[in-house]
Each structure stands twice: as structure tokens, then as C-alpha cells.
């Protein structure tokens, strides 16, 4: 696998990240309120989400930090 390869992937991966993790978040806000969760349940679900965000955060700066490699 070539540089190039690696760095589109790890893009993909970000965007899946990404989009999964707000479709998740969304439902689970949407069925905690259905059911009536608790805050505190509420909460493991925002902080789960927010860990979703923070990794998808580091695909995006290692695939920034290939391609700055790759163009030089």
C-alpha cells in the first residue's frame, strides 16, 4: 500500500467516524427521550459521542500529517 493509499484511507475511516457517530448520537438522544432515560444515562451516550468526535479528530490530523509528508 502506497502512501497515497494510507492517507486516502484514513480519510474514508474519518468519514465514517464521523457520520456514524452523529447518527448514533442522534438516535440515542431520540430514543433516551422516548423511553425516559435517565440523565445520567444521557450523559455515557453525549460522552460517547463526544470520544467519537475526539478520535475521528486524530484520523483527520494523521491524514493531514501523511499528505503534508507525502507532498514534500
Request: hydrophobic share 55%; proline share 0%.
Amino acid at each position: 500500500m502506497t502512501g497515497r493509499d494510507a492517507a486516502s484511507r484514513k480519510g474514508r475511516q474519518a468519514a465514517i467516524v464521523i457520520a456514524a457517530t452523529g447518527v448514533l448520537w442522534v438516535l440515542a438522544g431520540l430514543i433516551g427521550e422516548k423511553e425516559g432515560f435517565s440523565q445520567q444515562l444521557r450523559l455515557v451516550f453525549d460522552l460517547a459521542a463526544l470520544a467519537g468526535f475526539v478520535f475521528a479528530f486524530w484520523l483527520i490530523f494523521q491524514y493531514w500529517r501523511e499528505r503534508q509528508q507525502n507532498q514534500g
